[in-house]
């Protein structure tokens, strides 16, 4: 066992399956001589070589088209978005032909779109942005978002090995401010299943990426008010697992949901449907989302902190539902 | 280039079976019997007919809804296009889609979505995989004229230029996107011009001489297989039907109309045949028997074939799915 | 006033820095942007000025040393402060936390909580039969909560354990719930009526098929080039038809008014998918030769299990045959299939030994069993008509017998 950030974990993953399986490659703006914008693949171009790990011109729709053909006819192509924000030029390959391919002729699209997302790094509108909203409702794809270096290295192997497009939502602030250990051992995080990341009885908090984080320090807190918050770290946005969602619903009968995205038609409005419709006898009290203001993403930072939820907005919900 | 007596032959088979095959459903269209709409692409056949022909087994073909001529000759049967017209379980997608939307690597032919141009970055992309593999084939993406105007287009031929990949460009300029005539869609004169801006050497061919189109596309592939990246080959015809065949194309000039009728495809290759004394009448009539028992055969198959299950539509949605505990 | 100096966040990722080299040493005197100290981070090793003129008043950690951002790694003193006063800079105040929690506040202006149960808790009471007015509630604004339901099943001894839920049933290793298809539930029903309305009896007879399997032997080829998988069945169907028309009490139907006999012969064959059973008929089945029953029946299992069975198809029938020999059972007691007044139960044909003429032969012997009502006849003529049924399967020959035949059948008209 070793201790490596999340960024090394997702670094890891990316090596470890080039080495192993020639098939794939990585294509994205300044990946190669650069190293990538945040350093992800340094050192790969002098090992891998300009044919495995692609420079690509400034045009998302182009390369992921490319990432997609070259899919089809059996490569494993791993696309790195400079910023999440900008998957959005990549929309319509994504939606009408990676994640349509299987369905309409039966034709397998194994790529990964790596995302870096998220805010609280003073990146503005166009830096910061939850990405995953935008392909939720999209059947086909799968989304995938870890919250630890040990899910980072285990969840991006899980996406590569996957036969299907794969969006990899990796958190940018997480990047080298969290670490874990982890085994010398190839390991596989596996797709479509969620995690306990701690166990708790009184309430559950249904959550993913850097919020799980916020939603530790503030179970912190609340254990020494004598309040047990059991954490639920989804792991996997598309499939949802519902049957941990439901577990947890059962087990503590009061609900809150958190994310860092927009709260409006957000992963989080699904959850709440999901457990009122099949676990409404379960409920003791209402449903309480916990999500980013429904605005672009601020510059300054005061603004930016109010936007982003922190660890008061979660103490605060979950006092107000203890109480009710 | 010299072509082999039998390929000349071939090459007529292939332009009657597509015609054949697009009048029936034009037919039956008309009929009520198709379900859902029916797209032809009638008056252009000598140009997928022409780079199909050109392909090597193993290269990939990226069409589009105008390309017949391709799926038929890597292999995909009448039977199944006509059943997958019908929405039969029969057809080539089994009822998962309809009318021309056609894929089966098992043929070497690429699906598309309805959105033009999105097969041009994916057919670079199958071949980068052929160029990182070192392997010698290629692969070749058509759109119409109407697709050359999308970012898609602009952004495939970019990234293929870039990194001189075994591509060949197609374009099948048929001079109305819909209801929309070039002098709306562009202001150049030929689409080839805007190769140019990629750094891709073109070629402007006759769209309506099959055997023109074919020894393009042949010298092409020829030049991607070798390393020589990618060519763009603009194919000027002409869409004698509407852009679909519920459209009457009021707006295309009858003039028009009439000068192209007289440069048929088929009735060109009829007449390069016969002149150039390649081919007897008889060999002609019995190919348009034998294309006109394979339509027969195709139609009757399609018709007996059974309609798909309503929980067909839940399945395949992935290819890894989600293992259940 | 003294001023910080910091470890600075250069990109937006970057958590650590490392101090590389002091460029200037305590007491010596700065400009501002001088350079003071070379840093070094994962994304780049740069130079950090001076924020102010001043004095160094203080370095706090040495080269060499990693730091997380925005750590104080140096004091300035600056040379505007008077001696002796030192300001430090004030955080601007940070504005006012937005209130995330809208939800239970708008709740709450809706009604009164008290009176207000959540879901859970009237589960709870329902399972453990409590009245919910007697439960004192600690919730926010007086809201019986799942712990004060609880507490009060506690404090009663009376109160017994509610069942295991519905939805657990499904979690139970030791039961599985199925849903019940639709067909299913359809199926159900007309069995049980059935039974309940017709006085079922049911008569069984034994019959020796030798002929009828010699004939098959001898004609089945033929009939294979004609498109038909000649089995049992058509033989059994025709001999019903027959029999049918001689003792036309069993294609009839009752009805308060009186026995309606139909005359008109619709043979049901019952067809077994895999999610239940479909009887698709063959209408007229008396004006039918043996090809053309061998023709109809292979066609209607065919669409039948191919679910191409139109509604006419599965009308309009007088009398029921069941084949269930197919899956090897030797005799049954078939359910009547309503209106119709009886239904006959074909089982496997089987060689065995029997006594012909007190000497041992061995036969293919098959049993029928034809299941009646009661309200509409009686034992007599049921064992007539089955007798009937046996004398024709027994002695099947005709024209044909032993004759094989030299060309396929080219219509319907033939005799046979």
Known sequence: MREITYLEAIKEALDEEMARDPSVFILGEDVGVYGGAFRVTEGFYEKYGEWRILDTPLSESGFTGAAIGAALVGMRPVVEMQFADFISCAFDQLVNVAAKNHYRWGAATPIVVRAPYGGNIHGGAFHSQCIEGFFFNVAGLKIVAPSTAYDAKGLLKAAIRDNDPVIYCEHKYLYRRIKDSIPEEDYVVPIGKAKIALEGKDVSIITYGAMVHTALEAAQTLKGKGISCEIIDLRTILPLDKKSIFTTVKKTNKVVVLHEQTKTGGVGAEVSSLITEYCFDCLDGPIIRIAAQDTPVPYSAQMEEAFIPQVKDVLSAVEKLIRY | ?325 | MTVDVIMPQMGESVAEGTILKWLVHEGDRVEKEQPIVEISTDKIDTEVPSPVNGIIKKILYPEGQILRVLTVIAQIETVEAKEGVSVSVEKPEAPKKVEKIETIKEAEEIEEIEKRYSPLVRRLAKEYNINLEEVKGTGEGGRVTKKDIMDYVASKPGISAPPPAEAEKKVLERETLIPVSPKRKITADRMVQSKRTAAHVTTVFEIDMTKVVRYRELNKDAMKREGIHLTYLPFITQATVRALKEHPILNASWTDEGIVQKNYINIGIAVSLEDGLIVPVIKDADKKDLLRLAKDIQDIAARARNKKLNLEDVQGGTFTITNYGLNGSLFGTPVILQPQVAILGVGAVVKRPVVIDDAIAIRSMMYLSLSFDHRVMDGANADAFLHKVKDILEGWEGSVYERKMSSPPTGYGGVW
């Open chain 2, 1 to 325: 280039m010299d072509i082999k007596r039998e390929d000349l032959l071939q090459l007529y088979y292939y332009l009657k079976l597509t015609r054949r095959l697009e009048d029936r459903v034009t037919s039956l269209y008309h009929q009520g019997k198709i379900l859902g709409g029916a797209w032809t692409s009638n008056g252009t056949e000598a140009v997928s007919v022409g780079y199909g022909y050109a392909l090597e087994k193993n290269d990939i073909a990226a069409p589009y809804f105008r390309d017949m001529g391709v799926f038929l000759i890597r292999g995909i049967s009448a039977k199944r296009i006509i059943a997958q017209y019908f929405g039969k379980r029969t057809g080539v997608t089994g009822g998962k889609e309809g009318n021309v939307h056609i894929g089966d690597l098992n043929f070497g032919v690429i699906g598309f979505p309805s959105h033009l141009a999105d097969n041009y970055p994916v057919g670079a992309g199958a071949a980068l995989a052929f160029k990182i593999r070192g392997e010698k084939r290629i692969a070749v993406a058509c759109t119409g004229d109407g697709g050359t105007s999308r970012g898609d287009f602009h952004e495939g031929m970019n990234f293929a230029a870039t990194r001189k990949l075994p591509m060949v460009f197609i374009c099948n300029n048929n001079q109305y996107a819909y209801s929309t005539p070039l002098r709306l869609q562009m202001n150049i004169k030929d689409i080839a011009e805007r190769a140019l801006a990629y750094g891709i050497p073109s070629k402007i061919v006759d769209g309506n001489n099959v055997v023109e189109v074919y020894k393009a596309a042949k010298e092409a592939y020829e030049v991607a297989r070798n390393g020589g990246g990618p060519t763009f080959i603009e194919c000027k015809t002409m869409r004698m039907h509407g852009h679909s065949e519920h459209d009457s194309a009021k707006y295309v000039p009858r003039e028009l109309l009439e000068e192209w009728k007289k440069k048929d495809p088929i009735v060109n290759m009829e007449k390069y045949l016969w002149e150039n004394t390649i081919a007897k009448k008889e060999e002609m009539d019995s190919i348009d028997v034998r294309v006109k028992k394979e339509i027969e055969e195709a139609e009757a198959f399609a018709d007996e074939s059974p309609y798909p299950e309503p929980e067909d539509g839940m399945k395949g949605l992935y290819a890894t799915p989600i293992a259940e505990e």
